[in-house]
């Protein structure tokens, strides 16, 4: 192909060609002209961001995200989108962070869903807010090891006095646990070897204190699990597992100790937070809520 120069247009035209690329599913292109929009034009830095993370995981719902944007163009600057997830008027702390910036671009092809970087955030707080509490880390449901792989390069986990306990059966949710109206999504993303234990236990392999452990929750928790526990991502995709897991390890997390809940308010894993709220609720206990989908508990003491 012709090599195309672009040194006579203007900004505002470069906005323009690249979101025209993007709503004409051009997503490659579209992603190269964001990125080199994303070095010269400091006042629209989440307009900038936002459409290289959707040109980076395209789906079906990316016309839906790109209206969204449309509709939020008065607040051009502040304007969010992601699955399930619109914000504007708000601070995006995370675009103003480049090292977050960086690394979430480089692993976002780890998750079939554009724009994580709200939910992202959340874990790394949460990893921070852990870091003097005693114990390990754990993550139950790692899939291809996005989330911890982004926290852990993030927070520097490599020289952490701590051990990172993850969990995965590599083979998806098991069918005996499966909630109602998830049969399709455990077949269609985890199913037919769409990951393997060998492939993400490479993947951690650059750190000495990450454990990846292939094994069904709960009952491999008794076979391996940390004494304290100071941090866990909780990420199971299923009431059944993640209550068990709540029976087998809530006592050994930490005061101060952190539980994100990865899928608490999706309206598709409303089964996890009815168990959760009441699991809570019967400790005289509440999960904080949050528009990300996700729940937060912090242990007291
Ligand atoms: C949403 S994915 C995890 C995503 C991951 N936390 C990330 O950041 O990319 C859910 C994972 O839970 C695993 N899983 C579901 N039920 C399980 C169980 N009972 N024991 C172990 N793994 C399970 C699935 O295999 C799948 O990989």
Redesign the pocket.
Known sequence: MTRLVFEDLTVEQMHGMADGLLRAGQYDLAQKMYGALQTVTEGRRADVLVRKGIAASPHKRTPMLLDVLDALEAFRGTAYVSNGLATWNKILPFFYDPEFVALAARHAG??PIPNWHWNLQTVAWAVRQAEHVPGDFV??????????LFTAEYVGFGAWPKTWWL????????QD?LDAGWDKVNQGT?GGGA?SFEEVRDRFAGFGNIRVIK????E?LTEAAPERIAFL?M????AT?EVAALDALFDRLSPGGVIVF??YCWMASRAQHEAEKAWFAARGLEILPLPTGQGVFVKGA
Do not use: M, S
């Open positions: 780890l998750l993550e139950l449901g790692v899939f291809r090891g996005h989330t911890t969990y995965d059966t590599f083979e998806g949710i098991p646990q985890y990951f094994g069904r929750v709960p491999i991502h990420d199971l995709n299923n597992a990865d899928d």
